[in-house]
C-alpha cells in the first residue's frame, strides 16, 4: 500500500530501476562485443565449435535475467575461446566481462 500526501505530478513508484538505462547500454555494448569477437573468431574453429557458435548466438541478448538463465550458453562460448588458445582470449575476456555485468 502506498499513501501520497500532497505534491504535485505524483506518477508512480521507484523500483530501483533509476539509471538502468545506462547499465543496459553497457550490457548491450558487452553482448556486441561478445557477438563480433566470435564472429571473427569462426575461421579459427572446428566445425563441431563453429555450429556451437551459431546455436549460442541467438541466445545472446542484452537481457540480464535472460543472460542469467543462459549460464551454460556463456560457459560453452569460454570453453570453445579458450580451445583455440591465444587467438580465443579476446572471446573468453569479452566472456569475462559480460559475466561481471550479469552478476
Known amino acids: ?42 575461421v579459427h574453429l572446428t566445425a563441431d565449435q563453429a555450429r556451437t557458435v551459431e546455436e549460442v548466438l541467438p541466445e545472446l541478448t542484452p537481457d540480464r535475467a535472460a543472460l542469467r ?16 588458445g591465444a587467438v580465443g582470449q579476446p572471446a573468453a575476456e569479452a566472456v569475462g566481462r559480460l559475466l561481471e555485468l550479469i552478476g
Open 1 to 42: 500500500m502506498v499513501t501520497v500526501n500532497g505534491g504535485q505530478g505524483n506518477v508512480g513508484i521507484n523500483y530501483g530501476t533509476v539509471g538502468a538505462a545506462a547499465q543496459d547500454d553497457e550490457l548491450r555494448a558487452a553482448v556486441a562485443d561478445l557477438t563480433r569477437l566470435l564472429g571473427e573468431l569462426r
Open 69 to 84: 538463465e543462459r549460464g551454460l550458453v556463456l560457459a560453452r562460448v569460454a570453453q570453445i575461446a579458450a580451445a583455440v
